[in-house]
């Protein structure tokens, strides 16, 4: 058997490899079979017969999610009869639907309502009948399950059952009294079950955290990395007006797939606080006193050149690489106890797919930390701060205990952060910095795989991101300095200080992003 | 024999023999009667040999699809080290037939040694008999039947002495129609929900537990002894028409007829001997008005197609229907025919397994426009659209349970379209009320 096999799909040639589905191959020539049982990361049961396709010489239509592409295939997606057949799916479809879309939470990202529009029916047939009906049934910590809405795809089933290792979903009763059920007793509770509702292909199981929150057709969306641990799943961040509402899956074959677990899903509500530090702040004899950036940086600046002795750094792991790199390099070649706080949870894998899991050290770019000479946990960098001449916060969560250690110490403090804590009032210099959502940078997860971010939603006030800052003094004074100004210049000049960056871009790393040589991952520094 | 009746002389009696003779449920009955000679008989023969006697034979499935035996048998893998099995259905279900009842009930020793036989042919050393639940008789005699198999050697470790091993596991349905499927049985016996699988892979490819499998009717396994006691030609010379159509079967005669009940017959008998010689015809006063040949999932033929149709799989298709599983519903001039139809849909309707879209709510949609029609609220356009439901609901879903609802519906408006519109134009009273 050929490896290759070469099959026209509505008049377009493509090869694919053999055992490719039909409905993958259509994909690769453009054109997207219609479909709702048959997803990617999930097995398929040929169920919503939706993806019905004319094979020339086949005497049935077939279903393109289960049918494997043979040599000179002809496939038409588009003809007549492929057409009416799935008018008479998507009639089906909604003779028990309700037409509810103006409340439905579905709305504008909505499958069923995106078919109808493109090729149903432009009036119903079914008139005079009662409509199915069934009440909402409450399925677990996040999720609601309203089966009016529900068009028997089994996708949440499968999820559970085949992915999530979890059998708490099942089909019950028969014929058109069939819904979703749950396991008597039991909870949709799985640490991934949020999976389900961006499964749904309609307005069927919902986010109670989501309900009601926005309309899909007002979110603005964008391409970013979990901020939750060092897996690094690619997610879009879902803003309304600058605020973000929600995060969501981003396929990435190679680190999540399609999914992400409920705790990275949940992981949103500080990118929204109100309590940031808007505005850069310089110590005034006792007090804190508002400046422009000009001001702060020349303060910054002279702070670095007089405090000679040692330094240390607490930094935040949720930093992007390029700020973490640069604020490293501001103290380059002193003596300096650089370090990130990594909080520790349980892992929680998902069991259908490898190498995947909400891991243990829940911050994103420990990898890029490491890479750019900071270390894992405080303890070192503490016990450096009695002797050390300056201590530069950046963005780190301190505890009481740490502020009070830190406040007891000599040193000079400089204090970069995003919300407002105790540690800037024994700081000498207070620099607002932006979140991972305000700017744009990369994470390097724990396998190596550098992955860009994109800015989400606007920074409040002057904050900027660390890099800005760091850029802006390691430039240094005069008409030919040459300070980054966006993420992708401070990642180019990340790769000037630290090899395993160099010759690398924001481009090359695409949505998906670069796994570094194993070589260059070693943390070197 | 035409059970509970005498045999009829235009009956060709084979598997029926022993309807009502309760001495051929014991195991020393059956084999005075000839029994396990077929098996012992097998034991001996090479499995090639025995897959191409079944080919000689002509012997078809007698469930419904009238798939060559012998073909089937010949597509289970050779020597692949894995564990091969025969799933016997027992899970009759179709309405309008009730012949494998009979079978199970009289002649239990007949299943077990065509399952033993066929198991053999095909590697397997397990059989799991799917019995119909509501079959409690059946499950019984069964039941007691292989407990006497496996005490008299004809079961177990090792067959008649011949090293073979061949264990029967009696399995219970509970109720589900759509399980008399073959795929779907396979989920059913496996503890799943009995939903039917998509084909390919096939189950001699991967079928039971994902292991090559072979699913046979039990009317099909009866047959077999026969064919090795008295020879493949010999079964193939039970044809009074095509040679495509071999040895006996057993029709499920219901309805409309004097003498309802079971009547074997040789392949190409006349519909009408059926009908009027041994079922006794119709009652007096009444005319033949429209025949069911093969359980309700089949299109349905007027009297006028009846005249000179010959009982077997090409006969019937060449008027239209399918023979099928043999259950022949016989209807005479007082049938509401759209009535009739509305009670199969809503059949169909209760048994969908809800998994492909057209079948889940074509079934139910199709029950309820047949429910407003005779409630005397139906509209000329409710034919178009039975038509266009049964046209979406055809040759689009995983199994056939959703072609099985349309094929009554087309056919009966194709036939009895007077009926329908007596209905719309209110010439005839609602017999629904208003839904």
């Known amino acids: 058997m050929s490896a290759d096999v070469t099959v026209t799909v509505d ?165 058109d009294r069939a819904y979703i059920g749950i396991a008597e007793e039991q909870l949709l509770d799985h640490p991934w079950a949020g999976n389900v509702v961006d499964l749904c292909p309609v307005g069927s199981l919902l986010s109670k955290d989501f309900l009601h929150k926005a309309r899909a057709w007002d979110l603005d969306k964008t391409a970013s990395i979990c901020p939750g641990c060092t897996q690094g799943c690619s997610i879009s961040i879902d803003t309304r007006d600058d605020v973000v509402v929600r995060f969501r899956p981003r396929p990435n074959l190679e680190v999540n797939r399609h999914f992400m677990c409920d705790t990275g899903r949940q992981g949103y509500r500080w990118l929204n606080r109100g309590d940031r530090v808007e505005a850069p702040l310089v110590r005034e004899g006792a007090r804190l006193v508002a400046t422009d950036w000009d001001r702060a940086l020349d303060r910054l600046g002279v702070l670095l050149e007089k405090t000679t002795g040692s330094v240390v750094l607490l930094a935040s792991g949720r930093l992007s690489t390029e700020s973490l790199g640069l604020a490293r390099q501001l103290v380059a070649g002193r003596d300096v106890a650089a370090a990130i706080h990594v909080p520790m949870g349980d892992a929680q894998p998902l069991a259908g797919i490898p190498n995947l899991a909400l891991r243990r050290e829940r911050v994103p770019n420990l990898k890029g930390a490491e890479l750019t000479g900071y270390v894992a946990g405080f303890e070192r960098a503490f016990a450096a701060i009695p002797r050390a001449a300056l201590v530069i916060v950046l963005d780190a969560d301190l505890t009481p205990e ?89 990642f180019a000049a990340l790769g000037q200080y630290y090899p395993a960056f160099a010759g690398l871009s924001h481009a090359d790393l695409g949505f998906t992003g670069l796994v570094l040589p194993p070589r260059l991952a070693e943390a070197t520094r | 024999m035409g059970y509970p009746h005498p045999s ?93 009842r009979e079978i199970l009930r009289w002649t239990p020793h007949a299943v077990i040694e065509g399952c033993a036989i066929a198991a053999y042919a095909i590697h397997a050393e397990r059989i799991y008999v799917y019995i119909r639940g509501e079959f409690t008789e059946a499950w019984r005699v069964m039941t007691r039947a292989v407990e006497e198999a496996y005490a008299s050697g004809a079961l177990g470790a090792n067959v008649f002495g011949s090293g073979t091993r061949i264990d029967v596991v009696l399995h219970r349905g509970a109720g589900a129609y759509i399980c008399g499927e073959e795929t779907a049985m396979m989920n059913s016996i496996e503890g799943k929900r009995g939903n039917p699988r998509i084909k390919p892979p096939f189950p001699a490819q991967s079928g039971l537990f994902g292991m090559p499998t072979t699913i046979n009717n039990v009317e099909t396994l009866s047959a077999v002894p026969h064919i090795l006691t008295r ?69 349905i033929m007027s009297a006028a197609e009846t005249e000179d149709c010959a009982l077997d799989y090409e006969g019937i298709v060449a008027k239209g229907s399918m023979l099928g599983s043999g259950g022949v519903i016989v209807m005479d001039d007082s049938t509401d025919m759209v009535r009739t139809i509305w009670r199969y849909t809503r059949f169909y309707a209760h048994e969908s397994c809800a998994q492909c879209t057209q079948c889940r709510e074509g079934t139910a949609w199709t029950t309820k426009v047949l429910e407003r029609i005779l409630s005397g609220r139906g509209k000329q356009a409710d034919l178009q659209l039975l038509l266009d439901l049964a046209d979406n609901m055809t040759g689009k879903t995983i199994c056939v349970l959703s072609d099985s609802c349309a094929a009554p519906v087309v056919s009966g408006i194709q036939k009895f379209r007077e009926e329908f519109d007596a209905y719309i134009a209110g010439a005839r009273r609602p017999v629904l009320a208003a839904v």
Not at chain 1, 82 to 99: D, S, T, W, Y
Not at chain 1, 424 to 432: E, G, I, N, R
Not at chain 1, 468 to 479: H, I, K, M, Q, R
Not at chain 2, 28 to 45: F, S, T
């Open chain 1, 11 to 175: 008049g377009m040639p493509v090869t694919v490899p053999a055992g490719t589905m039909i409905i993958e191959a259509a994909k690769q020539a453009g054109v997207l079979v219609p479909h709702y049982c048959y997803h990617p990361s999930l097995p398929s049961p040929a169920v919503c017969r939706m993806c019905l396709v004319e094979v020339e010489k086949s005497p049935k239509l077939v279903p393109a999610c289960v049918t494997q592409v043979a040599e000179g295939q002809v496939v038409h997606v588009s003809s007549a009869t492929a057409k009416n057949a799935r008018q008479g799916v998507l009639e089906f479809l909604l003779i028990n639907h309700p037409l509810d879309c103006p409340i439905c939470d579905q709305a504008g990202e909505c499958e069923l309502q995106d078919y109808v529009f493109q090729e149903g029916r432009v009036a119903t047939r079914y008139g005079e009948y009662a409509k199915r009906f069934n009440p909402v049934e409450d399925f677990g910590p996040d999720v609601l399950y309203v089966p009016n809405r529900c068009i028997l795809c089994t996708r949440c089933v499968r999820f559970m059952d085949d992915v999530a290792g979890a059998a708490v979903l099942n089909v019950s009763e028969r014929g």
């Open chain 1, 402 to 490: 740490e502020e009070a250690r830190l406040a007891a110490a000599g040193a000079e403090v400089v204090w970069m952060g995003t919300v407002a804590t105790d540690a800037q009032h024994h700081a000498q210099l207070v620099l607002p910095l932006t979140t991972m959502a305000e700017e744009n940078g990369t994470y390097v997860n724990r396998d190596g795989r550098v992955q860009v971010f994109q800015q989400a939603k606007g920074a409040p006030g002057m904050a900027r991101p660390a890099w800005w800052v760091a850029g802006e003094v390691l430039a240094g004074p005069g008409p030919d300095r040459d300070a980054p100004g966006t993420g992708a210049e401070a």
């Open chain 2, 8 to 100: 009829h002389p235009k009956e060709t009696v084979l598997l029926s023999r022993y309807f009502g003779d309760p001495g051929a449920r014991a195991y020393a009955g059956w084999v005075e009667r000839g029994g396990y000679e077929g098996l012992r008989k097998a034991l001996a023969m090479p499995r090639a040999d025995l897959i191409e006697m079944m080919k000689q034979s002509g012997l078809r499935g007698r469930g419904g699809a009238g798939f060559p035996t012998g073909l089937k048998w010949s597509f289970m893998p050779k020597d692949d080290g894995k564990p091969h099995y025969l799933v016997c259905n027992a899970d009759e279900s179709e309405p309008g037939t009730f012949k494998d």
């Open chain 2, 231 to 299: 020879g493949a030609a010999w079964y193939k010379g039970l044809s009074l028409s095509s040679p495509r159509s071999t040895g006996t079967k057993l029709l499920s005669v219901c309805g409309h007829v004097q003498r309802p009940g079971n009547y074997e017959v040789t392949m190409g008998t006349p519909m009408r001997d059926l009908i009027f010689d041994m079922a006794g015809g119709m009652r007096p006063g009444r005319t033949l008005k429209a025949v069911i040949p093969g359980g309700s999932s089949v299109p």
